[in-house]
């Protein structure tokens, strides 16, 4: 039910998005929602396991979701999680390597 009312909503911000550039009144893009990610899709998704990923949460290093579906039920907007992952991607990147033992 919950889906089909997102469904719906959806389906009114495109409208009034079309309504709003025919009548030439600047308007913001409408925001889409992409996919959600219960917490059993987490672990696979970012190669950690659901301890290390509330651990994370508990520190304020990961994204902490959004209340879906009700109040025990938390859910992961995917672009949140892919920015998340790009940040730590940027981050070991910028990290000077090791240099080797005994290397000159």
């Not at 308007?27 to 990610?37: E, K, Q, S």
């Not at 304020?60 to 999680?81: H, K, M, N, T, V």
């Amino acid at each position: 039910m919950k889906m089909q009312s997102l469904y719906v909503q959806q389906q009114e911000i495109d409208h009034q998005a079309e309504t709003n550039q025919r009548t030439s009144v600047e308007v913001h893009a409408p925001i889409r929602m992409g996919n959600m990610l219960r917490m059993k899709h987490l672990p696979p998704k970012v190669g950690m396991c659901r301890t290390d990923i509330y651990n994370l949460i508990a520190q304020g290093l990961f994204p902490p979701g959004i209340i879906w579906c009700g109040q025990r039920r938390r859910a992961w907007p995917e672009s949140d999680i892919d920015q998340w992952l790009l940040e730590q991607i940027n981050k070991s990147r910028s990290v000077p390597t090791r240099q080797r033992r005994g290397a000159k």
